[in-house]
């Protein structure tokens, strides 16, 4: 259903976000400052791989086990023999397999007893080969095997991998590929590639497990999705659900770190359940980066073919998306390669996508799962054809772009597409077409532009709950997550619009699986869309409750009646009907025979489930599908840079962002989203890199894996935020999903402004100093000669 | 964070949110660990540990320190207010009024450092401009917001007390 905005009164405004006046005053707890309510607590601390990939020759815990106030030393061969689906192993067996992964985890009576602790521990290692280069680790004869049991899991479907290391394919195969590239004028073949990078959300990994009388598990965590994290549990510990408890208190960021990869509540769990204690495990800084999951890396190969006018007649794609050390991971690259689909019309296209280990962090969600990094790929390509062709940058996308009610490659037909009106748009902001204006000096200006798109993934079910209490308020309960974006904001503006009551009225329970019926965890941007659309659906089964019990006591038809202000009322006659609160007088409507309703008890409870889509499913040998994915949100950047012809230095000094959502339910929260994304895509396209020595990161700190400060960003009026939605036809009120759309098209808008400025193309991410003044050397002497 | 009950104990009194403190803790305790762990004050949070974030700040005599590389004896007689000590739901400080009516705030885990640093300038440079403000924001990390609503607010705060 799309909006009118005209009859819209929350929806569509930009209410105080409900969690705000706690945050201001630092009242909001997180999972850290819940450590002072348990007497007794238990710390942890983790002995973590020296090498990238070693066999445990020997692992002596006794002496730390005789320190006094050690409580617990667990190895890998304490762990459940079992993977739960969606964790990995928690500690090293035989072999560690990144330099960073866990070998044994202490429980003491304080961290600095845990601490001592674990170099007490003694570890024999033999060094095996290594391989941290994605294409090297994806050879028939890679360096190392990363994981030697890829494809022969129990509990997993058994297969044979492509190469040792390759975790699993996709293919897409339509039109003619060889007869494209015949008709094509202009064919261009390049290699991109994206570094390794991390969320570096500001709150490190942080979990507390409880055990208590009866075996019953309670955990709070900063992970997310509590029914996620219940099911894992219950999974690896063959617990009952039932006794297992997950609160999620609010959630310092994530952009995907705490989504899967439950090393922290498994290993917490597993400590409260050995010592019949409280355990709190936290990681440092240099954890979340050692120990926690980074991005994507990915490798793109690109040929494309032309025609004189632009059109694309021909592409081939080969993406290869590095996991790092995943262990029975099955990533097949297939969720990278869409950011290659969903944008332009290609009737002739050939894309492969693989996964592959490599003996590096477990790489996973990030912002845009690999979208962004295929983008990077795709619109510098976009950008070298248009200098090609001598069109624009501007014409040659418009001229490819695909229109709502056609088929993309994949054989969906696009439902919602604003992606043209997002180039128009900053193509406009930043005046593409007008010259920088150049500074004596070594900085260089120019400007560049790119666009993408981000599917979202069909993911399990959303359930909402509503229950309408007997003071009239209504109080909305979910089971997915605050990570900040605002979701207990947008679910509470969701219920105030469908009661026709005000913010003030609505209460949000969420993070507790308890209270909570079930969802996933917000990822792939569908929180609005999924748990929104499940609490829209729960608001109008209570409303129709609530017309059910008021018909009989109004002499009136449900049909006839509508709920609005906190009163039940003959549609369009305003004093009509009585308070929903009256209807919970303690005597009468319950004994009343008619008022079916409340004889069920109170609160009244609407509920819902949203299963957006079934399984998806594709013709295995041409990768092709009605359906692959939900729905794409889309997103264009512009920029203007200034690049420092000495240094190498690249500044963002001015930056525009279009972003189709669908339907902007809180503006100033999407604005928030664009403004946010924009800065953490200038530092995965700038300055952010995990580094490595002989297999090791050397900078796994904020002091030098740097991350934008306020410095890198551009001042505030040199952002321009900008809504080009194409509403949704399933999404509430036409909305989307808008998060990870704000990264898609950074990098390229920057690289493509670098070749502006500069003449020199870089072909890999980030474009940190050293890279860009090496590309400039190069430049410079390929021109001399 | 608990405090390493092996160390000796020194004592000290210093002036929190208004109210004198007198602490017994082990000479290598933070300040940061002081305020969470002893008073259980956790509106600082914990980020880096090593000074590059910013989550930990607070004003000790007027000015934003970052309290997770400061030891607690640091702070002996001096004066620490921290973000509990700064407004009340029913009266919010200016700072904390526009951080609500801007949406400066996402995550919530940068903003008691953000509006406490905020505070510090202000109360030195009433008028501070945009350029002063980034500047004494570049040592705070937001991963969310991309500092424009932060900026934003912490200029209508301005107007607001001017």
Request: hydrophobic share 40%; net charge neutral.
């Amino acid at each position: 259903m799309t909006a009118n905005p005209a009859k819209l009164s929350v929806v569509g405004t930009n209410v105080p976000r409900v969690d705000s006046v706690d945050k201001v005053l630092g009242r909001t707890k997180y999972v850290a400052d819940l450590q002072l309510e348990f007497a007794g607590l238990l710390h942890a601390a983790i002995l973590r791989s020296p090498h990238a990939h070693a066999r445990i020759v020997a692992l002596d815990t006794s002496r730390a086990e005789r320190l006094p106030g050690v409580r617990a030393v667990i190895t890998g061969k304490d762990c459940p023999k079992h993977l739960a689906t969606i964790t990995q192993r928690i500690l090293a067996q035989d072999e560690v397999i990144w330099a960073g992964e866990g070998v044994a985890v202490v429980a003491a009576e304080t961290p600095e007893i845990a601490a001592d602790a674990i170099e007490l521990i003694e570890v024999q290692y033999e060094e095996l080969p290594s391989v941290l280069d994605a294409e090297t680790a994806a050879l028939e004869k890679p360096p190392s095997i990363v994981d030697r049991n890829l494809g022969r899991h129990p509990g997993l479907a058994p297969f044979t991998p492509l190469a040792p290391n390759v975790t699993g394919s996709y293919q897409l195969h339509n039109g003619n590929l060889e007869q494209g590239f015949t008709e094509a004028d202009v064919i261009v073949e390049n290699r991109f590639s994206t570094g390794r990078f991390s969320h570096s959300q500001l709150e490190p990994a942080a979990c507390i497990a409880r055990y208590e009388p009866g075996g019953n598990l309670t955990v709070w965590t900063n992970g997310q999705g509590v029914h996620i994290i219940k099911g894992m549990l219950s999974e690896l510990f063959a617990l009952p659900g039932s006794k297992i408890r997950v609160i999620t208190p609010y959630q310092g960021g994530s952009f995907g770190n705490r989504i899967r990869f439950f090393h922290i509540e498994a290993l917490a769990a597993l400590l409260a359940l050995r010592t019949k204690a409280t355990v709190a495990v936290t990681y440092s800084r240099r954890e979340m980066y050692l120990g926690s999951p980074s991005g994507l890396p990915v490798i793109t190969r690109i040929r494309t073919g032309v025609k004189r006018d632009g059109t694309i007649v021909a592409q081939e794609l080969d993406i290869l998306v590095d996991n790092g050390a995943s262990y029975a991971c099955l990533q097949d690259g297939r969720a990278a390669g869409s950011g290659a689909i969903c944008v332009y019309r290609q009737p002739n296209i050939s894309m492969v996508t693989r996964g592959v280990n490599t003996n590096a962090p477990w790489a996973g969600a990030y912002r845009g799962l690999g979208s962004p990094q295929v983008t990077w790929a795709m619109e510098s390509q976009m950008d070298i054809l248009a200098e090609r062709l001598g069109m624009s940058a501007v014409d040659i996308r418009l001229k490819n772009i695909l229109s709502k009610g056609e088929q993309n490659a994949y054989g969906e037909t696009i439902e919602s597409i604003g992606a043209a009106r997002c180039v128009e748009a900053v193509a406009e902001a930043i005046k593409i077409a007008t010259p920088s204006v150049q500074e004596p000096g070594p900085w260089r200006r120019a400007k560049g532009l790119a666009v993408g798109g981000k599917q979202n993934t069909p993911r399990g079910r959303s359930e909402g709950m509503v229950l309408v209490h007997d003071d009239g308020s209504v109080e909305v309960r979910f089971g997915s997550d605050e990570v900040g974006m605002g979701a207990e904001t947008i679910m509470a503006q969701i219920a105030a619009e469908e009661f026709g009551i005000s913010m003030k009225d609505v209460r949000v329970v969420r993070g507790d699986s308890a209270m909570t019926p079930y969802d996933t965890y917000s990822a792939s941007s569908f929180t609005t869309y999924n748990t929104g659309n499940a609490i829209r659906l729960a608001c109008h089964d209570a409303i129709k409750a609530i017309k059910r019990a008021g018909a009989p006591l109004l002499q009136s038809s449900e049909d006839d009646l509508e709920v609005a202000n906190g009163r039940v009322e003959i549609r369009g006659v305003p004093g009509s009907g009585l308070r929903i609160a009256e209807l919970f007088k303690p005597f009468s409507p319950f004994q009343d025979e008619r008022v079916t309703e409340l004889r069920k008890g109170t609160p009244v409870i609407g509920r819902s489930v949203f299963a957006p889509c079934p399984a998806v499913a594709w013709d295995k040998k041409t990768g092709r599908t009605p359906r692959m994915w939900n729905w794409y949100q889309y997103n264009a950047c512009g920029v203007e840079i200034a690049v420092n012809v000495e240094t190498g230095q690249v500044k963002v000094v001015k930056a525009a962002l279009a972003a189709d959502m669908g339907f902007p339910i809180h503006p100033k929260l999407c604005e928030g989203q664009l403004e946010g994304g924009l800065a953490m895509a200038i530092g995965t396209s700038v300055l952010e890199e995990f580094l490595y020595r002989d297999g090791v990161m050397i900078n796994p700190s904020f002091a030098d894996y740097r991350i934008p400060t306020v410095s890198d960003a551009p001042t505030r009026s040199n952002v321009t935020t900008l809504f080009t939605p194409d509403p949704l036809p399933d999404g509430p009120w036409g909305a989307k999903g808008v998060a990870e759309g704000a990264v898609l098209a950074v990098g390229a808008a920057i690289g493509n402004a670098v070749y502006n400025a500069t003449g020199a193309r870089i072909y890999d991410l980030p474009l940190s100093a050293e890279r860009v003044l090496a590309a400039l050397t190069a430049h410079a002497e390929s021109v001399a000669s | 964070m608990n405090v390493n009950s092996k160390s000796p104990r020194v004592s000290l009194t210093l002036n929190v949110n208004g109210i004198t403190r007198e602490c017994h803790v082990a000479p290598t305790v933070t300040l940061l660990e002081l305020l969470r762990g002893e008073l259980g004050l956790t509106g600082a949070k914990r980020g880096c540990d090593d000074g590059n974030c910013g989550a930990c700040t607070v004003l000790l005599d007027g000015k934003a320190v970052r309290c997770c590389i400061m030891l607690a004896p640091q702070a002996r007689d001096r004066h620490v207010v921290t973000i509990e000590g700064l407004g009340t739901p029913e009266r919010l400080h200016p700072l904390q009024q526009a951080f609500v009516d801007y949406f400066a705030a996402q995550c919530g885990y940068c903003t008691p450092s953000m509006i406490l640093t905020a505070k510090a300038l202000l109360d030195e440079q009433p008028d501070a401009q945009e350029e002063d403000i980034r500047h004494a924001l570049h040592g705070t990390i937001c991963r969310c917001t991309g500092y424009v609503k932060i900026v934003q607010a912490i200029e209508a705060a301005r107007d607001a007390m001017a």
